[in-house]
């Protein structure tokens, strides 16, 4: 399947196999590092690197030699400049927290997909009508669980949407299982309080990638695929995903 012109980095496609993206906001290299092999280990594919510290290109290769099936792309990207910076590193995806049209143009002539941040109708109208294939839900938590769906009525066919802000393992594999949105980006509490080494989160988070995959290989097909019919349609709550 060819990536969407909005699309160059294939991100719809990837993230159809497996909804899920963690947000990584690592204080040095060293921690960047560990918490990438860590996902890597555990078989979680889209993480976002947040385009803040200078020593990031340089961490680039790095990763990618240590991780190679790690999906690797950029957060927070509001300037020209980190755009630059990102396309030069070979990062293929990036995400902006707000809505700025005139980054979405200079992100199709470097070849990367841009990603941005919505909150309101008119900013999801703006997002399709630039030819935007999809949008992040930023914070998704504010605008609760149905809040995507109430949109299509009065807006008609949506982009593909990705909750983020808020989100804990449980809450995210809960809106994936309703069908509420398409993909979930999970932040600060993907780690929680637990040490990097601790057995316990590697089971945590292997679990939550085996359930997210499986929500996949179950439906046989892609939220990102479904008419907007299916995707409105209610389903049972998921089981208790237990963290305690």
Not at 97 to 104: N, S, V
């Amino acid at each position: 399947m060819s990536a969407p012109s909005g699309d160059p980095a294939g991100l719809t496609t990837s993230l159809s196999r497996q909804p899920l993206l963690a947000v990584l906001r690592p204080r040095n290299p060293q921690r960047a590092l560990a918490e990438v092999e860590l996902l890597h280990a555990v078989g979680w594919r889209h993480v976002e690197l947040a385009w803040t510290a200078p020593w990031l290109p340089t961490l680039i290769p790095i990763l990618r030699k240590r991780c190679p099936h790690t999906h690797l792309g950029a957060a927070g990207v509001i300037t020209s400049r980190q755009l630059r910076q990102v396309a030069a590193a070979g990062l293929s995806y990036a995400f902006m927290p707000i809505w700025q049209p005139e980054l979405l143009l200079s992100a199709r002539d470097l070849g990367v997909t841009l990603v941005p941040g919505v909150f309101t109708p008119t900013e999801v109208h703006q997002a399709r009508c630039h030819g935007c294939t999809m949008v992040k839900l930023f914070p998704a938590t504010a605008l609760g669980l149905y809040y995507w769906s109430q949109l299509r009525a009065p807006l008609g066919p949506l982009p593909a949407c990705i909750a983020a802000g808020g989100l804990g393992p449980e809450t995210a594999l809960q809106w994936l299982h309703m069908g509420a949105v398409d993909a979930v980006a999970l932040g600060q509490k993907l780690f929680g309080n637990l040490s990097l080494g601790d057995p316990v989160l590697r089971q945590r988070l292997g679990d939550l990638v085996t359930a997210a995959n499986g929500l996949q290989s179950a439906s046989r097909q892609s939220v990102f695929s479904r008419s907007p019919t299916d995707r409105d349609k209610s389903v049972a709550p998921f089981p208790y995903f237990d963290l305690e």
